[in-house]
């Protein structure tokens, strides 16, 4: 494996000698290596071998990320800022494509290393959860004048909740579910007791009461790059998931996994919970910066996207568990069950703070 990723690396950088390749990051779906190489100077980059499972039209990703990251260039060399914020920029292959397709299919791309930060699995402290806020809001502001319609669905029915339920009936169908385990039959009623609010956002977008953006996809805490020296936010990284939809996803699934200070990967599911103070944070953050494009109606809808956000991810792992498996990486049997479980108990927590959570928001929007 070793050998093949040489090779690949070196149709993204032909000088120097590459002196080591290493997994990096804690992805759950690509294969993600930092790459070192020695010339007259010491350099790294990212290479990355998307997964084909799950995204399944990887030339488009390409594509989007060619226009998402031309687009916020542009914005950032014409504006004029009192703090870093960099976009990881693309590495040509030596044939002058964005990307080196493999014998056996393999897809690869390369990105550019942004030095001296880096990422945490979970919120470290109020300073960190405002840069996290203020992250997501630069995010999308950068975006907010760029067409969606430029963007490939590279990922069709990502974040459409409806459509997921629809995949666990067929699953329930097409397995043989184990209900004397206690912990799917909790899960199986958790999802049958919340079924009907699994529409709430579809349906607001496609009246016109939420309209469509570009979006990050995944923002989740340990997408957030932070500066090592100034701890300050200054990208946001993975972004496979870039597309069209709504700001709603993105602000659901950064508050979700934010103010779980216990993680998505905890086996301590009965102390999870949403912590309303980091979220509090986190909104006063975020809002300052992109109220220039929010409407009375995105305000509206925020609570309802942090609840849908996280039930959509529990039901996601949960019946990815159930199918055996098959999009997420999982280190143990019952992985994927847990973090299911994980996500159901944080939206409870969620709905036990329904009205606090609204009043933070109105309180934070001024």
């Known amino acids: 494996m070793y050998e093949t990723n ?15 390749i290493q997994p990096y990051g804690s ?8 790459v070192e190489v020695e010339g007259g100077q010491r350099d790294r980059f990212i290479l990355q071998r998307i997964n084909q499972q799950v995204f399944q039209r990887p030339r488009l990703i390409a594509a989007n990320l060619r226009v998402f990251t031309e687009h916020v260039q542009a914005r950032l060399d014409r504006e004029v800022h009192e703090r870093r914020w960099e976009t990881p920029a693309i590495i040509q292959a030596d044939s002058g494509a964005d990307f080196v397709e493999a014998r056996d299919s393999e897809f690869w791309r390369a990105l550019t290393f942004i030095d001296g930060a880096e990422t945490h699995p979970t919120i470290l402290n109020s300073a960190h959860a405002q840069e996290a806020g203020y992250a997501l809001g630069r995010f999308h502001t950068l975006v ?28 329930c ?3 043989e579910i184990q209900l004397t385990e206690p912990s799917v039959a909790d899960g199986v009623k958790f999802i049958q007791r919340h079924r009907h609010r699994a529409n709430l956002l579809e349906e607001a977008k496609a009246h016109g009461t939420l309209v469509q953006r570009a979006i990050h996809g995944d923002p989740k805490v340990d997408n957030i ?71 009375e109606a995105d305000y509206a809808y925020l609570y309802e996207s942090i609840w849908l956000i996280t039930f959509e991810l529990g039901l996601r792992f949960f019946s990815d568990y159930l199918a055996g498996d098959v999009y997420f990486k999982a280190q143990h049997p019952t992985h994927n069950l847990q973090r299911g479980l994980v996500q159901f108990k944080l939206a409870e927590s969620i709905a036990s703070q329904e009205a606090e959570i609204r009043r933070v928001i109105e309180s934070v929007r001024g």
């Open 27 to 34: 992805g759950n779906v690509n294969d993600t290596y930092l």
């Open 173 to 175: 169908l097409q397995t």
């Open 6 to 20: 040489y090779s690949i690396a070196r149709q993204f950088h032909n000088s120097g000698t590459i002196v080591q």
């Open 225 to 295: 790059l932070i500066d090592k020296a100034s701890q300050q936010a200054i990208s946001l990284i993975d972004l496979d998931t870039v597309k069209p939809g709504l700001v709603h996803y993105d602000v659901g699934d950064c508050l979700r996994s934010c103010c779980n200070l216990l993680g998505e990967e905890t086996d301590q599911i009965e102390d999870v919970r949403f912590e309303i103070d980091l979220c509090e944070i986190i909104l006063a953050g975020y809002l300052p910066v992109a109220h220039s494009f929010f409407s």
């Open 144 to 171: 907010s004048d760029l067409d969606p319609t430029q963007l490939h669905d590279t990922l069709q029915g990502f974040h459409i909740t409806p459509q997921y339920l629809a995949h666990f009936d067929q699953i």
